[in-house]
Structure formats: structure tokens, C-alpha cells
């Protein structure tokens, strides 16, 4: 189910800016990370799932040749060449994600021009629920409608991370458009990222997951992001060299000869695999653990999912690991940050009936420590779509 209500504010902007109602509508949500943190990159697997909040994008013709591109949010338009795949300047930042899905769209054969667009979406931004992938999968889905062409939905992930690479500079892996593109209704999104496969999990019922944002700033492009996928690259390419088969990315490496050789790679390269290592560990027998039922433990995993990334891979922060204590001290079944780190929001696994009240908690006991978090009760959802 998509969030209507941010259709029909962005249907209604793009009508008050450009004086005509749109032709094609697309919506495409947000996500949370649920399990395999950074292993995206290294060709491994996670558990995500699309969140019930999302962008959605409209387009009508226009017979000036270009695109412009309003911010719904903003109520700013920008213009630009849909020829060019150069960035914006500075105070259009924000029109990069969508200038650069339309200009990698081109490699495809998917060429528009003379557009008037507009977007607007209900995830908050810098909360780390993968607002600016979900821009991107909902212009692609949007322009592809447009233009009446169809293309891969792996091509549109790859779209919006190369997007993501040259235009905004994060070397991000293909989780967060994935998520965005395959979520399911009440569901988790099970993704390999070597096989490029993704395989719907059931959830319980009863299961629904609290985001808490503790807001400390986070832009993954001035984040270490980048110097930690080098790392674990180095980690790799080093691990190549000390066994008998070929570790092309982290993901080769069997888990006990890991153990085994982790102290004769480099230090800090040993400690950001050690997280990566045990994540993809974590997913794959967490696979079975949903499969026979057991929640508590699949939720433990996330409370040492999150250990890892504190002490191996330090891609947290204070505010993140306060909110993930209060959640266990308030009985969650388990928390962690979700997605790259260094800030955005922790997600917590809890039973829907004592939602309202473990929230309460966290937020009780953070705001103890100083913090002012908010939070929100997440049901996974479905993933983009045309509206019309
Ligand atoms: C960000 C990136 C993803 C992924 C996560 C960490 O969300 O965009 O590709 O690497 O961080 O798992």
C-alpha cells in the first residue's frame, strides 16, 4: 500500500506550480536496514524491508525543451539539461538525485526532454530511511512511464546507485534501491547481492519494527562510508592471499578460516571485516531462525549486529548506542543502527501490541540522557509503483 496521502500533496503542487494536472504519478518508499550492515558492497546478503513512507513524483509535458524539477518541500524549481550528467550547483543540490537517474536513463535508450516535474516525499530526511533511493527508484519508475518504456528493475537499482556515485558521492552498494523497488506488504526483503536475487520472509503477525531517530546529522558522503568499503576491499584482497580459493569480496571468505586469519591481515582492515564477516553470518542463520519461528532470537541478532558495528566497524555514535540501550532495557526483542551509521535512526524489533509502550520507554530514557529522539512505528510495505 502506498502512502496516498503524499500523492495527492505532490498531484496538487505540481498542478498550483505548472498550472496543469500531471500525466504520470509514480511513488516509491523509504527503508529500514533489518540485518547486514555494510555487506551490501562486499556481495553479500541482508534482511531490509520499504517503509509505509515514501517519495512520489509527477510529470506532465511541457513544450519548453528541458526539465524542470520542482521540490514540493521547498516549493523551489530547478532547470536543467537532461543531456548533461554534470551536478547541480550547491543551492540545487537536492535536484542531483533525479538530474542524474534522467542522464542514466540515456545509456538505456530512454530519452525524455521537455518535462515539468515535481516531487515530494513524507520520509524524513537525514533519519538514514534511504530518502534520497527512493527519490531515485520513483523518477525512473516515473520517466520510464513517461517515455512508455519498461527496463529491468536491477538496471533501475544500478541506475540510482551510479546516481548516488558520481552525482552525490557515496560509493553506496544496491541495498537501499532494492528495498525500495522489491518491498513487500508485511514482509521482509531477504536480498543477495551476488546473485542480485531477493526472496520475500514472512514476518509474524505480530511483529512491527519502532524507528528511533536521536537526529545527529548524517550526510553518508562526508561520512567514513567510502574509506570503509576500501577497508573491507583490502580485507579481501589480502584474505585472497592466504587461502586456497578465491575471495574476490568479503563475501568468500568461509566464516572459520576468517577466525583463523584475521590477525594476519591488516589491523584495521581485520577489525571493519570482523563486522562484515559476522553480518553476512548473522543473515544467513537468521534465514532459519525466521524460518522455524524463533523471533527472540533472530532479535538478539540485531542486538549483536549492533555490537559489532560499535566495536569492529565504528559506524555508530553515543546517541545511537544510548537509543539501542534504552530499547533493550524497555524489553525490545532487539535493535541496531540501521543502514550506513555515523547518525541517522536505530531500528528496533518489537510485538505490535507493546509498540506504544516500548516507544514510550525509549524515548523516556532518552530523553534521561539528554537526547530528543522521535520515533515512528514502522509496517513494512510494499514497493514503488505507477500510480498513474
Ligand atoms: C547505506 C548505503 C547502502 C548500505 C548501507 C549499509 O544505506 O546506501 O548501500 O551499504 O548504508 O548497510
Known sequence: MYDKQVVQQATAIHAETYGKAPTTVSYAPGRIEVLGNHTDYNEGTTFSAAI?????????????????????????????????????EKKFQWANYVKGVIFFLRDFGVEVDGIDCTFLGSIPMGAGLSSSAALEVATAYAVLKHAGREIDKIDIARIGQKAEHDLAGCSCGLLDQFSSIYGVDHGLIHSDFRSLKTYPVKLPDDIVFLMINPHVKHALAESPYNARRKSC????????????????????????????????????????????????????????????????????????????????????????????EAARAAGALGARLSGGGWGGSAVALVHAAEAEAVCAKIIESCKAKGLEPTAEIIVPSAGATVVM
Not at 586456497?244 to 590477525?263: G, N, P, Q
Request: hydrophobic share 40%; charged share 30%.
Open 52 to 88: 509505509n513512507m515514501g517519495h512520489a513524483f509527477c510529470i506532465s509535458p511541457s513544450n519548453k525543451p528541458g526539465v524542470r524539477l520542482t521540490a514540493g518541500d521547498l516549493r523551489v524549481t530547478a532547470e536543467f539539461d537532461p543531456t548533461n550528467g554534470d551536478p547541480l
Open 233 to 324: 576491499e583490502k580485507a579481501a584482497a589480502q584474505l585472497d592471499g592466504l587461502v586456497d580459493y578465491e575471495v574476490k569480496a568479503l563475501r568468500d571468505i568461509r566464516f572459520d578460516d576468517f577466525i583463523a586469519l584475521k590477525d594476519r591481515i591488516d589491523p584495521e582492515a581485520a577489525r571493519r571485516a570482523t563486522h562484515v564477516v559476522w553480518e553476512i553470518h548473522r543473515v544467513e542463520e537468521g534465514v532459519k531462525l525466521l524460518k522455524a519461528g524463533d523471533i527472540e532470537g533472530f532479535g538478539q541478532f540485531l542486538y549483536d549486529s549492533h555490537e559489532t558495528s560499535r566495536t569492529a566497524f565504528e559506524n555508530s555514535c553515543t546517541e545511537l548506542d544510548t537509543v539501542v
